[in-house]
Every structure is written in structure tokens, then in C-alpha cells.
């Protein structure tokens, strides 16, 4: 396919990178196959640990330089490399669309979102603000300033393959570190090709080699960087399982850490919503990315006066769903990433009915032309108690659960009755609903939406999630002061030297 000979991604390559040289390494061969189709895309032969610590030799020498460089000089390499995306956002989008099996659209989006953060990265580098304080001591000026981390580790997921890496590496950029990212094994090419996009620019503006490395690798290429002494932070995506190892191992070198891990969404359905918009919020939360997203929509708490009438709705738009080759844009969904994410989805099916959920409509593995991949599912609705412990459970899969409420405080209390704590919304024309939903007693998530889902995150605003969702931000607003240290600063201009809190000392 042209795209992928426009990224330069051959059969086969090495997946190790200081930024402009690629390294052998004698890692495990990592196979891509597309869940489009079951072709093999190409092959990568990951990091092993001798390329690993060559890796990270590089970047730890060139962080004195990279840091030394002025913020804004930093930040126009970041311009370049947004620039360089615009130019290649159909090729990159399009493989993000075959490797991964979202909708060529949300592929799209994703590059997009890339050369978003690279726009915010370069207004940012002009900024990076500190604090002035006033002293309590005469003739004294204190103030705050932020300084750059060092390396950063960036360990990204499937179903974003290059979009959160960006997130991290721009602001990471702009704030003087050097980075270092395992992309998903399941997803390896996308890393590829980014790799070769960033390495012109760095090329064409002779940035210090180490500054944006990629260690391609499975599980334990992440607990090399986890528990790596040398890499100030770790910002990692992926399962609350996952999140949790590797923030204890990050803990236990006192490193920092920033996790972006599972959601459990849902969309309050008030009586007093606009039906006609809330289907599209819902439809698209619940189906979008094939359920793959972890601000997936997943529980939908609907009015008891409004459940029949918006249940049939529902039913009768995923009757409407064309599921299919996402490069095909007539398709509203994609294929799972692979054949054990199809096995996840069936055994949470099994698991619904066990528990007593019933299905207004069905699920069922795809078979026949187009689906030779055995990728592609059926998006199906449960009606399931809040309590069951399958809803209580994330499955990257396109399962809804559905649930009724009576009032506004029961609604919100299934809303936050789930270990994970990322994204919410409300649907309501009810003012005073709205902002009980946005108060302190109402939605206990990180994100905490009016009328629209609980997917599609804008660049502006930070983004992260509390509770088993992990707590971290990436992306927009001050999302930045992650990726720096603070150091408070005291100047005495005075002939004398008075002690804090009044304190006498003489000798």
C-alpha cells in the first residue's frame, strides 16, 4: 500500500532509535497483523537490553544540552515537527486506520490531535510560568521558577497509537527533557513511522541525538523503564492492572509517574434531554473506536420516564451500523485489535447473561467477505445492574450497559459507584441538573461533560481521571508542571541577614 511506503516502513526494521540513527538490537521479532484484513504488515525486531542502556546512555547526554537550548528555540523545533505531521497526516492517518482498525476518520483525528498539541507545545514554550512572592523579610524577593525533569518514559497503548505519545513528548520537549517511548507491541509500525517523520526535522536542525528515542518491546521493555533510576517520569497508559505494577515500581525508586489507565463511562440520560442529540453522544461514545477507547462510553443511567422510548432508539440505530473495513468511510466501526481482545469480548457477554443481564441486543463474532480477520464483533446493549461485577469491570469492547434511575442523586451515585473515575456526562436541558452533576456531590471523574459524551477530549484541557483510573494529566491547561520540577528561589539584596520568623542568631 502506498501510505505505508510514503512512512518508510519496510518488511522488515529495526525498532531502536536515539533520533536520527537506528540501532541493531537482538530483541524478540515483532510481527504486525492487521485487523482489517490479517495481512502482515511488516516485522520489527525490538530492543534488547544491551540497545536499551545504549538508548538511554544517549538521552541522559544529550539532556544537558537539549535543556540549555531557550524554550521558544525548542518550541519552533516543535512547530517544524507539527508542519512535518500536517504533510504527512493522510499517510500516517491511514496507517493508524490499518494497523490499528479504528474508522479512517478517528485516524485522522488522531494525527490531528498530534498537530494540535504541537500548536499548544509552541505557544507554551513562550510561557512556562513562575510565581513572584512577597517576603516577610526586608530587602528579600522570592520567586518560583520550573525546571526540566530529565528523561522521560512514554509508554503508549494500542488504541492511541501515536496520538498521547504526542500528548507527552511536545510538552516534554518544550520543557527541556529528552524522551524515550515503547510504543504498543501491538502496534509497532505506527511507532516506525513516526520515528522517521521526527528524525528530518531533528536532522534538518541538528537537535543533539538522544533527545526523542523509541525502544520498540513487549511487557518487559516497560519494566526496564519503570524501574530504570535514570528516568525521572513515567507517564504510561493502559490497564489499571498494568498501572499499578509500574506506579509501585516507579515508587519504589521515588520517580514520578503519570497514569492514564481504565475507564468505566457513563452518560446520565436525563428526562429533560434533547433525545435527538443525546443519540448521537451515546451511539458514537458506546461504538466509537470499536469500544477501544478508554473514554469509551459504557454505561448509559437513563430516566425511568425516558428508558423504553430511548431503549428502542438505541436498538434501532445499531440495527443502522455499518461495521466493516475502517478505511472504507461509508463504516462507522472497525475491527477489535485481535483475535484475544474478540475473546474478552465474548467471555464479558457470557459473564452479563451469568450475572443476569439481558440483551436488547445481541452479540456475536462477524464471519463471512470482510471479516476473514475474525476481528469484528457485533456492538450489542445489555440491560445489567450497576452492582454486577462485569459492569463493575472495563472491557475494550463496544458493550453497553443500560440502567434506570429516579432520581437525580441515584443517578449520580451509579455514576460513581465504579472503581474507575475518568470521564462522565450528563444529558439535560435542566439547569439546575447540570450543575448539580458539575458540583461537589456530583460526577467524582477527571472529566465531567454537559451534552456531549464522554469521548472526544479536546487539546485545551487536561486530561486524566482519578480513583483506579490513576490519577494523572497529560495534554493541555498546566498539564506541563508534570514534566518539570519546581524549585522556590529567596534573593536577600540587603547588608544584613534577618532570619525567617523572626528568629534571633548573633554571634
Known amino acids: ?146 525546571h526540566p525533569l530529565g528523561a522521560v518514559g512514554i509508554i503508549s497503548a494500542f488504541n492511541f497509537p501515536v496520538a498521547v505519545w504526542s500528548w507527552n513528548s511536545a510538552l516534554a520537549w518544550v520543557c527541556g527533557n529528552v524522551t524515550i517511548w515503547k510504543p504498543s507491541e501491538k502496534t509497532p509500525l505506527c511507532g516506525i513511522a513516526v520515528q522517521h517523520i521526527i528524525a528530518e526535522v531533528f536532522a534538518a536542525n541538528q537537535v543533539p541525538e538522544g533527545v526523542c528515542c523509541l525502544v520498540q518491546g513487549a511487557r518487559e521493555t516497560g519494566e526496564w523503564i ?153 456492538p450489542c446493549i445489555a440491560e445489567a445492574d450497576n452492582e454486577m461485577a462485569i459492569v463493575q469491570h472495563e472491557t475494550f469492547a463496544p458493550i453497553l450497559y443500560l440502567m434506570r434511575y429516579t432520581t437525580m442523586e441515584e443517578a449520580i451515585a451509579l455514576q460513581n459507584g465504579v472503581p474507575q473515575g475518568l470521564s462522565s456526562s450528563i444529558m439535560t436541558l435542566n439547569m439546575r441538573e447540570a450543575e448539580q452533576f458539575l458540583s461537589h456531590a456530583g460526577s467524582d471523574c477527571g472529566i465531567a461533560n454537559v451534552n456531549i459524551g464522554t469521548s472526544g477530549a479536546e487539546i485545551g484541557g487536561a486530561f486524566g481521571g482519578e480513583k483506579e483510573t490513576g490519577g494523572g494529566r497529560e495534554s493541555g491547561s498546566d498539564a506541563w508542571k508534570a514534566y518539570m520540577r519546581r524549585q522556590t528561589n529567596t534573593i536577600n539584596w540587603s547588608d544584613r541577614l534577618p532570619l525567617a520568623q523572626g528568629i534571633s542568631f548573633d554571634l
Not at 253 to 276: C, F, P, T, V, Y
Not at 284 to 290: E, K, L, P, W
Request: hydrophobic share 40%.
Open 226 to 378: 519503570s524501574h530504570d533510576t535514570r528516568i525521572a517520569l513515567v507517564s504510561a497508559t493502559g490497564s489499571t492492572r498494568m498501572g499499578k505494577a509500574l506506579g509501585a515500581a516507579v515508587a519504589a525508586r521515588m520517580g514520578k509517574s503519570i497514569l492514564e489507565l481504565g475507564g468505566n463511562n457513563a452518560i446520565i440520560l436525563s428526562q429533560h434531554a434533547d433525545l435527538d442529540m443525546a443519540l448521537i453522544g451515546c451511539v458514537f461514545g458506546a461504538v466509537g473506536t470499536a469500544g477501544q477507547r478508554c473514554t469509551t462510553t459504557r454505561r448509559l443511567v437513563i430516566h425511568e420516564a425516558v428508558y423504553e422510548t430511548f431503549k428502542e432508539r438505541l436498538v434501532k440505530a445499531y440495527t443502522q451500523l455499518r461495521i466493516g473495513n475502517p478505511l472504507d468511510t461509508a463504516n462507522h466501526v472497525g475491527p477489535l485489535i485481535d483475535k484475544d481482545a474478540v475473546q474478552n469480548y465474548l467471555a464479558a457477554i457470557a459473564q452479563c447473561r451469568q450475572q443476569g443481564g439481558r440483551f436488547a441486543v445481541e452479540g456475536k463474532v462477524l464471519e463471512g467477505k470482510g471479516y476473514e480477520s475474525g476481528c469484528y464483533v457485533q
Open 1 to 146: 500500500m502506498d501510505f505505508i511506503r510514503q512512512l518508510g516502513i519496510r518488511e522488515s526494521q529495526h525498532g531502536v532509535s536515539t533520533g536520527t540513527q537506528w540501532l541493531g538490537s537482538k530483541g524478540p521479532v515483532i510481527e504486525s497483523y492487521s485487523p482489517v484484513d490479517g495481512s502482515l504488515i511488516g516485522a520489527v525486531v525490538s530492543a534488547d537490553k544491551a540497545a536499551y542502556d545504549t538508548v538511554v546512555t544517549r538521552a541522559m547526554e544529550a539532556f544537558p544540552v537539549w535543556r540549555m537550548w531557550p524554550a521558544p528555540k525548542r518550541g519552533e523545533i516543535v512547530r517544524q515537527v507539527g508542519e512535518a505531521l500536517r504533510r504527512k497526516k493522510e499517510d500516517l492517518g491511514r496507517l493508524v486506520s490499518y494497523e490499528m482498525g479504528k474508522s479512517l476518520q478517528e485516524g485522522l483525528g488522531e494525527v490531528q490531535e498530534m498537530i494540535d498539541i504541537c500548536d499548544f507545545a509552541v505557544g507554551l514554550s513562550r510561557q512556562l510560568y513562575g510565581l513572584t512572592m512577597h517576603s516577610e523579610r526586608p530587602a528579600h524577593r522570592m520567586y518560583e521558577q520550573w
